[in-house]
């Protein structure tokens, strides 16, 4: 019984040496360094209820956007990002939206927005809408739930 340990042990070892000695090839590096920054004024309306304030986004070299919605006095409502492969994601959430069926329905509007933030053209899917104003201005409306986004980009921005 030692003997068979002992040979287990031996080819464990033997083997671990094996796979210490070959060539370990790095992994590239993801370049994630900003290209851009966007800020917008905006105002979401739900059903009366309105959220206005600051969002505010970092565009990635791999076309992915991570950014933030605080209102006029700082507070966080959401941090949310976009990835190259056209999926929201959306974290830390204020306690009265944190539902799941306004982050689901949140999900989906932004990847909407996010996914056509980039046009000069207005956009029409199922249930939304992408309209892009003559002032540069953009309103995004949800006909399902009632939702309307407007976004004003702030004047600093190029």
Known sequence: MRSILALISALFIGGLCLCSAQEVQPLEPVDTSIVDTWEYHIKIDARGNEITGLCIMNVYTDNSIKGTIIN?????IF???YS???KAKIENVIAPINKWYIRRVLKGDLAFILSNLRQSSDVVEKIRSFTVQPDGDISVRNDKYKIYYT????QGDS
Request: overall charge positive; cysteine-free.
């Open 72 to 76: 006029e006095f700082g507070t966080k």
């Open 79 to 81: 941090d949310f990002s």
């Open 84 to 86: 190259s492969k056209k």
């Open 151 to 154: 976004l004003h980009k702030l």
